[in-house]
Nanobody, 128 residues
């Protein structure tokens, strides 16, 4: 089982930026897709962004498209989420996740069910 550890969250003013990191243990990091999800108080955990195993393709929720950038460095076993132009509605706990199998359909990258390894989460708070 891969262990994932997120970092980089914090308190930022609206319009600011944060870069989240997700460090993975184990030798299978580069084999599967990675994703970021978030969960605000009282809400369901929702998809934010995903990236293929090679990093060649990325997918974004409409809420973050144009503001968020997901990337990965397979040599460092680390995934990133660069978040710019942050809004108060981006406030949530952000989780990284690793897919447990190869994903072949675009829709699969957006589904929580495809990810079985999760980090503990990092809090992002955006003040207005």
């Amino acid at each position: 089982q891969v262990q994932l550890v997120e970092s980089g969250g914090g308190l930022v003013q609206a319009g600011g930026s944060l870069r989240l990191s997700c460090a993975a243990s184990g030798r299978t990091f580069s084999s599967n897709a990675m994703a970021w999800f978030r969960q605000a108080p009282g809400k369901e955990r929702e998809f934010v962004a995903a990236i293929t195993s090679s990093g060649g393709s990325t997918y974004y929720a409409a809420s973050g498209k144009g503001r968020f950038t997901i990337s990965r460095d397979n040599a460092k076993n680390t995934a990133y989420l660069q978040m710019n132009s942050l809004k108060p509605e981006d406030t949530a706990v952000y989780y990284c996740a690793k897919a447990y199998r190869k994903l072949y359909y675009t829709s699969s990258y957006y589904s929580r069910a495809e990810y079985d390894s999760w980090g503990q989460g990092t809090q992002v708070t955006v003040s207005s």
